[in-house]
Nanobody, 120 residues
Framework: VQLVESGGGLVQAGGSLRLSCAASGSIFSIDVMGWYCQAPGKQRELVASITRSGITNYRDSVKGRFTISRDNAKNTVYLQMNSLKPEDTAVYFC???????????????WGPGTQVTVSS
């Protein structure tokens, strides 16, 4: 399973960005999809996740500002980021918990990451 993110960039504080992540390759089923972020010198942390049925989970610092959604038919997950703050600056990674065949276990797959920089 290959994940490719897009939509990162440089934005001023208060601005918006929309990240997209498309999964491709040998995919039998994708369970949870999510976005993680990693700032310099910090550990990678969950930003938001969404199950196949649409149940969402957000870290407290982005609630009310970020919205995660997915298109199961396109194996794609999105992250709409509004009211961005300088502290949101990080590399954002797409994650999918997926299986490649009917007999294979679900595993974690990661995208290469996309940089989001919010200037003050």
């Amino acid at each position: 399973v290959q994940l490719v993110e897009s939509g990162g960039g440089l934005v001023q504080a208060g601005g918006s960005l929309r990240l997209s992540c498309a999964a491709s390759g040998s995919i039998f089923s994708i369970d949870v999809m999510g976005w993680y972020c990693q700032a310099p010198g910090k550990q990678r942390e969950l930003v938001a996740s969404i199950t196949r049925s649409g149940i969402t989970n957000y870290r407290d610092s982005v609630k009310g500002r970020f919205t995660i959604s997915r298109d199961n038919a396109k194996n794609t997950v999105y992250l709409q980021m509004n009211s961005l703050k300088p502290e949101d600056t990080a590399v954002y990674f797409c994650n999918a918990i997926a299986s490649t065949t009917i007999a294979s276990p679900y595993r974690n797959f990661w995208g290469p990451g996309t940089q989001v920089t919010v200037s003050s």
